[in-house]
């Protein structure tokens, strides 16, 4: 079997790396290892700053807790429980993971700038209560914590000491980088890009970012026990502070949040730098200051992301333009793949009903008692002028508004109760008026986030490869391929969307809805900012999508001429209320209609 470059290329790193340990004197092996534990917690770092886009200014107080934890329960004899080392080292990781937790639960609807100050605040409660016990860090006597055999080997050395470190940090290395891969890494990702996307396929921000902080916490928390065992006896608090955790940040920023390798590597140079610049009195404090710097400075994917770009310029090839899909035979073969893969084949979607909703905004009645129904399998529009209530009503019905009065139920079941990722669940998608991917990530990417309710599998078998998460996540990359063909943007698959026209990358947008496996469907002005050639092409795409998958659609859009011409039913919004529904030559010919909205000089047919 072929291996891939990356594999080939890691495997060559890490033979190079124990080559050069078996050769390496001491307190260089001491200096790298200590540049292995910093990387395992800042991996983990990582995952809270760049893939959820949340800043902690906890991660050295976290580390220096689970460091003192470790110690204290590994001790025998005073104030110490005497536990063997890896029964101290987990419960040294559990207490962070806690703590981790409590972070996330307790700013569950902040972010930005105040989750920074509640990290910023956790540190410092760190550092006026763990580390002012004496009893933990060992001030009013010798701390001292002995190296065990770990499966029958010694740690005493500092060569096996820097294998175990090496081994751990590329154990988690690789469950990052392929939790990156699945569903739940994509998941993480789509929060820290836009939340309201996140949940309308399908994802909990609370549960997203819970993972995320507890990751972060696990990671701190074996640095924290790696770092009881480094030193014969744990160093002081003071290299734990906040202003080391500004330390810590600077890390994944200068490498960036797409490479969890590049983290590592910078890391491990932030340590070992200063080392071998000795001689010219260069603080570790100056990388972490030119790191923020640089790495602000460089945008959100850092050095590694600046030379990937490098990389790809390089290569510099022209996308070929995508050819149509109306070839004999390819479109009845793209719609099987997706049949295939949507619930229930391409059984008709449910109905969806909006019954008597109201939404006030103080004095405003942005929407008044309006009543609608989307029948099942067909093509529903919403038209009106600016201001006439239409994303309000869509807000609604996607549950990223909760109406002050009325209801709305989909196949019967009454879901106005239910978040936007539980709606997602049960089949209700949606796309919004402005475009929201992420302009870093692959098209490829951007369309399989869409999958995160659609693939089978938990966060661990999908990371091991388990036949089901690996054979559902197969069968979501097949339909990806099916839905970025029927779009026309299969020759952009391995292009980042910042790279797309924005037409194509609306078409992303509605893949990515797509394949969240809808049974009914919210199109929000999907042409919009597209000239009239570019409009009429998306509005026959997405009739034909419909119409062979069965989904209930509701369109909104401004372009009044097609939206008549393809739709099966109408709905007319002004100021908040329903003025007119039926079909499209009705809607068109009531007078309401033409006095608010289309004026008496518009023909349909003409």
């Not at 080559?19 to 001491?26: E, N, Q, R, V």
């Not at 107080?61 to 025998?76: E, H, P, S």
């Not at 770990?150 to 175990?164: N, T």
């Not at 050819?323 to 793209?334: N, W």
Request: a neutral charge; glycine letters at 12%; hydrophobic letters at 50%.
């Amino acid at each position: 079997m072929r291996q891939s470059p990356n594999r080939i290329a890691f495997g060559v790193v890490m033979l190079a790396i124990l080559g050069w340990a078996w050769s390496a004197p001491g307190h260089w092996l001491f200096t790298a290892t200590a540049g292995l534990i910093l990387a395992v917690a800042t991996v983990g770092l990582m995952v809270v700053v760049g893939w959820t886009s949340e800043v902690s200014l906890a991660q050295a107080g976290l580390t220096g807790t689970a460091m003192y934890v470790c110690a204290w329960v590994d001790r025998v004899g005073w104030s110490g429980s005497g536990w063997p080392y890896l029964a101290a080292a987990i419960v040294a990781i559990a207490v962070t993971v806690a703590i981790s937790a409590c972070i996330a639960l307790g700013t569950g609807r902040l972010s930005g700038v105040y989750v920074l100050v509640v990290t910023l605040a956790l540190q410092t409660m760190i550092e006026l209560t763990v580390f002012t016990q004496p009893s933990l860090t060992g001030r009013e006597f010798r701390l001292a914590i002995s190296r065990p055999s770990l499966f029958g080997v010694s740690l005493v050395g500092d060569r096996a000491f820097f294998l175990l470190c090496l081994a751990v940090l590329g154990a988690l290395l690789v469950f990052m980088i392929r939790l990156r891969r699945t569903r739940f890494g994509r998941a993480l990702l789509l929060v820290g890009t836009d939340r309201q996307v996140a949940s309308s396929v399908g994802v909990s921000p609370l549960t997203a970012r819970l993972s995320a902080f507890v990751l972060a916490g696990a990671c701190a928390g074996i640095a924290g026990a790696l770092t009881a065992l480094l030193y014969s006896t744990p160093p002081g608090p003071g290299g734990y502070t906040a202003f080391f955790s500004l330390f810590y940040l600077a890390v994944p920023v200068v490498a960036g949040f797409q490479s969890v390798t590049a983290v590592a590597a910078v890391a491990a140079a932030f340590v070992m730098l200063p080392e071998a610049l000795e001689s010219y009195r260069v603080s570790p404090f100056l990388f972490g200051g030119l790191g923020l710097l640089i790495g602000t400075l460089a945008g959100r994917n850092g050095l590694s992301g600046l030379m990937l770009n490098r990389v790809r310029s390089r290569r510099g090839h022209e996308v070929e333009p995508a050819p149509a899909t109306g070839r004999d035979g390819v479109h009845e073969r793209l719609m099987e793949a997706l049949e295939s893969y949507l619930p229930g084949g391409s059984t008709p979607g449910a109905d969806l009903a909006v019954h008597d909703v109201t939404v006030t905004f103080g004095g405003v009645q942005a929407l008044d008692h309006v009543s609608l129904t989307l029948p099942a399998g067909r093509l529903t529009g919403l038209l009106g002028p600016n201001g006439a209530g239409k994303t309000t009503l869509f807000d609604v019905i996607s549950g990223f508004r909760e109406p002050g009065g009325g209801r709305i139920s989909m196949g019967g079941e009454d879901i106005t109760r239910l978040p936007p990722w539980g709606r997602a669940a049960l089949g209700l998608s949606r796309t919004f008026q402005s475009s929201r991917l992420d302009l870093d990530q692959t098209v490829a990417e951007n369309l399989l986030s869409g999958a995160y309710t659609m693939v089978e599998g938990n966060a661990f078998e999908a990371v091991l490869g388990r036949p089901r998460a690996r054979r559902s996540m197969d069968d979501a990359e097949d339909a990806a391929r099916a839905v970025a063909q029927l779009l026309d943007i299969e020759h952009y698959w391995d292009e980042p969307a910042g790279k797309l026209s924005f037409g194509n990358r609306r078409r992303v947008e509605i893949g990515r809805s797509v394949m969240t496996g809808p049974r009914v469907l919210l199109l929000d002005e999907p042409s919009a900012g597209l000239d009239p050639t570019a409009s009429r092409l998306l509005f026959s795409l997405i009739k034909r999508i419909q119409r062979d998958l069965g989904i209930t659609l509701l369109l909104v859009e401004h372009n009044v001429r097609d939206l008549l011409e393809h739709c099966d039913l109408v709905y007319a919004l002004s100021r908040g209320t329903v003025v007119a529904a039926g079909t499209p030559d009705e809607v068109a010919d009531h007078p309401d209609v033409r006095a608010h909205y289309l004026g008496a000089a518009f023909r349909l047919n003409n």
